[in-house]
Structure formats: C-alpha cells, structure tokens
C-alpha cells in the first residue's frame, strides 16, 4: 500500500508523485498511477480542472476490501504522510471541478465491485448541466466533502449497483438519481435540493437511507421515490422544509417511502419538533393544553399555542420509588457547536423538587458518542436526592394563566460533536395529583 501525493498549485503528471516535491498535478493521471489499498493526499489552492465538454472518467484500481483513498490537506502541509490535523473539510478542501457546460465527471473501477473514499474534497459542478457519475457495481464513501450543483440541471448519477454513502456531507444539486438495484446512504450533513418539482428519485429496485440529514435548505414541493420497481425510501431523525410532502410516485410498483422521527420547519417548528400528544398508565395521564401556555413556547403552525398538562395520579405510589410520569421525547435540531439546552415547566401550585420532577437529556456529544446530561436513576438517587432541593426558579418566563412557581431545566453548556437532534424527557414523581405544565419546546442559547 503506497502513499502518493497530489498538489493542484506546483505538482507535475512528470513526476512519481512519491513526494509533496514531486507531486502530481491532476486527479485522472493520479488515478492511473494508483494500485487497490493506496492513498493519495492532494492539497492546492488552485481547481484541478477538466474543462473539456464531455467524460471524464477516473479509474479507480481499488476494491471492496481494498479502496484507493483520496483525503485533501491543507495547503502548505510537509508531513509525509500527513496527520489527521492536516486533513481538510467540506468548507476547506481543495477543488476538482467541470468548467465546461455539459462535463462529465465519472469515477469508474478496473473490476466488479471496485471501491474508493473520498475524504475533505469540494467538488465544482457549476457549469450548466455537469454531472458526476458513480459508476456500476462500486462501493463508494464521500465523507466530509462538498458538491456544488449550482447551475441548471446539474445531475448526482449512481449507477447500477453501486453503493454509495455521503457522511456527514454537503450536497446542492438539481437532480440526483440514486443507484438501482443498490444501496445509497447518507448520514449527517445537508442536501439542498432545487429542482421544483421534486427531491430525490429512485431508479428501480434500490433501497435509500438518509439518517440526520438536514434538508431544509431545499426548494422542491415534494419529496418523492418515482422509478419503475420496487424502491424503498427511509428518512429517520431529518428535517424538511416546511413545503415538503411525501409522495410516491404513480410509475412505482410496490415501493415505499417512510419518514421516521423528521419534521417540517414551520412558524416556531422551525427548529424543533412537536406533536399533538395523549397518554396514560397506571401513574397519570398527559394530555395537550391550549390555555396555560407559555409566551413564545411551543406552537403547532395550525391551532396554535399548547404545552403537555402531566397529571400523576393520587393513588400511585411514585416518590422515591422507581416509578414515574414520562412525557414524550422532545426534540431540537442543533448544527453543532456549544450551547445550552433548557425545558419549561409551570404547575401554579407550588416550587417542585429534584426528587419529584427531573429532566433527562441527550445529545451527540463532541465524541460522536451519546452525552446524557442531568440523568436520574430513581432506584438510586431518588432515596439519596434532598427533598428540599428546590428545581431551578425560571424568573423571566410568561406562562398565561399559571404564571407563578414557573421551574426550569438546563444542560449547562454541551459541544455537540455533528449535526441532529437533541431529545429531553421530563419524568414526574410526585404523587400528589398536582398537575404540571410542559412546554414541549427546548429553548437553544
């Protein structure tokens, strides 16, 4: 396994590429030069431009086991090979582009299930109706890389069965076709689409995955699966925007399209998630509230303003034991960063304490891993909690109607490490019969 070295600024095709010194110049002899398991590490200020109209096709020499992969880095990094810190991103990495209307830009391989991975790349599809083909029966992963379909009809084309992931990617595009009889997956990132009529199409027998991809950007009416055969389409955990509706297309035999956990980007939704809400168990009920609501909280775009009124029931026996009231998992989309993430509670009645109502939540911490703030193991700590501790005063809410002894829940600052959601629960133990208000909004700072 061999590293090689690409630099778009003073490389040469003359060279071995063996060395930043003499490293190549272009992209499509870099691949000609390239064996399965060997890496190229290209950095440069200046396009590595094709601007001939017409293919251009990269053959990649690797495979499914052994993929050739391509990482940018920053313009002027030495170290050979580089380290991780050296590596670029989507917003960062150096260009390949089409300057040519109507270039085609193809990533093929040398055999049947040939591979390759793309990390820290912009590519530059601006001229008018360019396209980037994956070609048949590759396996393909784009990480942290940036496509830019800005122009009329620029096209995404993955060919059949290839499988194709994009993590953690920003895609704008016209159209984009996903693979038939293949698999296309994409977690994280953005996709905009900008074609009117619709977003993400089918091509017969392929089976799609967007995991936290945030779609808001796009301009389409629909979000739709069309082909000939049987394509399946699952959107979990994303969100749309606000005049998206699913809509399989009429061509389509047996396919499907599923949206699990997304949400529109309406009025005050515009980050946030809700739903009309009612529940009940052997500790209490839940149920919707439109009059004691709190100023500027959660707002379905359609009724109106409404909170979860959680009423334990008085025969339960809740408080220090391991049972409790759970409302429904909130919601709130978070680009990353650090921020702070608080709930809202009104009961008009009297201050609550920590061993009575707690918060639990959860977000993608700076590790990529699961970061669980403010949790509470009521078998455990319920008997260690002091019963005076009073739950955080909340002095500058308005609740209309119950506008005294308002409480609030707060992380504390949390770097999320990706784009996605981050979920509270708010769980009640007091088995008074004393009703608390919940406003399902989650308030970022």
């Not at 509706?245 to 035999?253: C, E, I, N, P, S």
């Not at 775009?301 to 409302?327: D, H, I, Q, R, V």
């Not at 939540?361 to 703030?373: A, C, Q, Y």
């Not at 784009?419 to 008074?432: D, F, I, M, N, P």
């Amino acid at each position: 396994m061999t590293d090689y070295y690409m630099d778009t600024d003073a490389g040469s095709d003359g060279d071995n590429g063996s060395t930043w010194a003499l490293g190549f110049l272009t992209l499509k002899y870099a691949h000609t030069q390239m064996a399965a398991g060997d890496s190229l590490y290209v950095q440069g200020a200046a396009a590595d431009a094709y601007t001939a109209a017409g293919n251009h096709t990269f053959l990649a020499a690797g495979t499914f086991k052994s993929p050739t992969r391509i990482i940018g880095c920053a313009d002027g990094t030495t170290a050979e090979p580089p380290a991780a810190a050296d590596f670029t991103t989507k917003s960062t990495g150096p260009t390949i582009s089409t300057g040519a209307s109507a270039g085609v830009m193809i990533f093929d391989g040398s055999a049947t299930n040939w591979g390759m991975y793309v990390q820290g790349i912009q590519f530059d599809f601006t001229a008018s109706s360019s396209r980037l083909d994956n070609n048949a029966n590759g396996n393909i992963s784009y990480v942290d890389c940036d496509f830019d379909f800005t122009t009329p009809n620029g096209t995404m084309n993955n060919q059949a069965g290839t499988n194709v992931e994009f993590i953690d990617c920003t895609i704008a595009v016209d159209y984009m076709f996903p693979t038939a009889d293949g698999f296309f997956t994409m977690i994280g990132g953005q996709a905009n689409f900008k074609n009117a009529s619709f977003a993400i199409r089918n091509d017969g027998n392929t089976t799609q995955r967007y995991i936290g991809v945030d779609f808001s950007g796009g301009t389409p009416l629909n979000i739709t699966t069309g082909g000939t055969n049987n394509d399946n389409t699952r959107l979990m955990n994303c969100r749309f925007p606000a005049s998206w509706v699913l809509v399989r297309d009429a061509q389509t035999v047996n396919g499907s399209i599923t949206a699990i956990g997304c949400n529109s980007t309406g009025t005050l939704a515009a980050a946030s998630s809700y739903q009309d809400y009612e529940f009940e168990d052997i500790h209490g009920t839940i149920d919707d509230e439109a009059t004691i609501v709190r100023t500027g909280g959660a707002d379905d775009g359609a009724t109106g303003a409404f909170s979860y009124a959680m009423a334990p029931k008085t025969s339960a026996t809740l408080e220090g034991t391991c049972a409790f009231l759970a409302s429904p998992w909130l919601r709130v989309w978070t680009a990353g960063g650090t921020n702070t993430f608080t709930v809202f509670i009104t009961n008009g009645t009297g201050d609550l304490n920590k061993d009575e109502i707690w918060c639990e939540f959860l977000s993608p911490n700076s590790d990529d891993g699961s970061d669980h703030t403010l949790t509470f193991d009521p078998t455990v700590i319920a008997r260690s909690e002091v019963s005076t501790t009073i739950v955080t005063d909340d002095t500058a809410s308005t609740w209309v109607t119950h506008n005294t002894n308002k409480q609030k829940f707060s992380t504390g600052s949390i770097t999320t490490g990706y784009t996605g959601w981050v979920y509270a629960r708010v769980c009640y133990a007091k088995a008074s019969g004393q009703t608390v208000y919940l406003d399902p909004r989650i308030i970022v700072t």
